[in-house]
């Protein structure tokens, strides 16, 4: 385990992309692979909350995290060998309580900061609108990760967020890196799918991971299970392709 964790948010702010499949899945992935991993749900809707099946299972969420101290630690659920900070819709009040609170974009980073001795991974799944929600998870974390169709309009998505991210290290937290793109709902028969990963390699400047996730009917099944691609079908495309994500991803934070 390392002294401190590395803090990773998953961020686009287009929906459906991909974010809270990539956020449990790379956690259980790190797991696997030795690491001590907490995932953070940072969206109202609780998406990555039913995916691990922990909606019942909690007393404390995120809610209570940023409106009443309490620690990340006390509130996390141990599943899949990893740990999960759940979040409820009283995550949508406590971001109306955060508007006028002092100091409202660190309070997320304050508690990220008191556990970071106690993980080796800490990964922010985050809402896909910018919020104070997701400025907070931004100005937590040491880097961000894209999960990214190939489609046109995901390009303009991608402007936003780097605009977003430009204006993070600017005024709140200067030592945000973008570690990368994943590509997801990857599909090498459609000729427009290689044309965009082309043009952002050539026009971003952004690092695009050597993995990428294809389409797989299982990853889209898993969440109604409430298990993660390697509880529910291990032997699949793509919890073979999430494992190559996360021996990337690890090699990639330590660069």
């Known amino acids: 385990m390392s002294d401190t964790a590395k803090v990773i948010s998953i961020v686009n702010q287009k929906g459906g992309t991909g974010k809270t499949t990539t956020t449990t899945n790379l956690g259980v992935a790190l797991g696997k692979l030795g690491h001590k991993v907490l995932v953070i749900d940072m969206d109202a809707q609780g998406n990555m909350t039913f995916h691990f099946g922990v909606q019942d299972k909690y007393t404390k969420s995120m809610s209570h995290v940023l409106t009443e101290g309490e620690k990340l630690k006390d509130i996390a659920v141990e599943r899949e060998g990893i740990f999960v900070a759940p979040s409820d819709v009283s995550l949508a009040d406590a971001e109306l309580s955060l508007v006028n609170a002092e ?58 967020i780097l605009e977003t991210v430009f204006q993070i290290k600017e005024n709140l937290n200067n030592s945000l890196t973008i570690l990368g793109i994943l590509p997801v709902m990857f599909d090498t028969r459609r000729s427009i799918t290689m044309e965009i990963l082309n043009h952002i390699k050539e026009n971003f400047g952004i690092r695009v991971l050597n993995n990428n996730i294809g389409i797989d009917v299982k990853l889209v099944e898993a969440p109604s299970f409430g298990q993660s691609i390697f509880e529910y079908a291990p032997l699949s495309t793509g919890a073979i392709q999430y494992m190559r994500v996360a021996r990337e991803f690890i090699s990639l934070v330590k660069a």
């Open 103 to 160: 100091g409202r974009e660190f309070i997320l980073r304050n508690a990220v900061d008191k556990a970071r001795k106690k993980y080796d991974y800490i990964l922010i799944d985050c809402a896909p609108a910018l919020s104070i929600l997701s400025i907070n998870a931004l100005t937590a974390s040491d880097h961000i990760l894209v999960p990214l169709q190939m489609e046109v309009l995901s390009m303009q998505g991608l402007s936003q």
